[in-house]
């Protein structure tokens, strides 16, 4: 696609439940990485993949959190048992091969009440 | 643990003005630095990057980047309401396995008509 997509955009769950975010990255970019950014926050590293396999899950908060890639273009983050504390917009980015220019989707806005 | 500082601001200039924006880095293997553009509710948006020291102009902006102080900066000339914002500031890394961006929390810029 042209950009990066990314659904739902808005998502209110309630806290136990688990959630799903999608992203679909830029066509041909190899690589895609999620990050969180909460209220009036900076970014904050989740993970990366190059292709479907992840390099660097090192920002994953917790075990509740994981991240998988098929086909090397959609990845889907799942949230188990949400908390009140994963409430955040959750960005997904893609990158070419090579390249570490990252262009972001709009976000996956998650409030867990 | 690597990391990118920037003041959050808000820093506030009157239209016209520059706007000069600080960012320190302290991963003295990084190699490009990228400044990105977040509007209130909005996802960031790549507004120049930089790799050399020196200077790199694109219409009304300017990054400045000084390796040796591990310092960027951005420059805003002729600022407009339009640049009100929070500016992101991120350097690359070179940790095995790392492609990710690392980010500063944002300089929120206010623009005064």
């Known amino acids: 696609g042209a950009g990066v997509s990314q659904s739902p955009s808005n998502k209110v769950t309630e806290k136990g439940k688990d959630v799903e975010l999608r992203c679909d990255p830029i066509s041909g970019h190899t690589a895609l990485y999620w990050y969180r950014q909460s209220l009036g926050q900076g970014l904050e590293f989740l993970i990366y993949f190059q292709g479907n396999s992840a390099p660097d899950k090192s920002g994953l908060p917790s075990d509740r959190f994981s991240a998988e890639r098929t086909g090397g273009s959609v990845s889907t983050l799942t949230i188990q048992r949400t908390q009140q504390e994963d409430s955040a917009v959750y960005l997904c980015?893609?990158?070419?091969?090579?390249?570490?220019?990252?262009?972001f989707g709009e976000g996956s806005w998650l409030t867990v009440v | 643990q690597k990391e990118v500082e920037q003041n959050s601001g808000p820093l506030s200039v009157p239209e016209g003005a520059i706007a000069s924006l600080n960012c320190t880095y302290s991963d003295r293997g990084s190699q490009s630095f990228f400044w990105y553009r977040q509007y209130s509710g909005k996802s960031p948006e790549l507004i120049m990057f930089?790799?050399?020291?020196g200077d790199k102009e694109d219409g009304r902006f300017t990054a400045q980047l000084n390796k040796a102080s591990q310092y960027v900066s951005l420059l805003i000339r002729d600022s407009q309401p339009s640049d009100s914002a929070t500016y992101l500031c991120a350097s690359d890394s070179m940790d095995t396995g790392r492609r990710a961006l690392t980010f500063g929390s944002g300089t929120r810029l206010q623009v005064q008509p």
């Open positions: 930089i790799y050399s020291n």
């Open positions: 980015a893609s990158s070419s091969d090579g390249g570490n220019t990252i262009y």
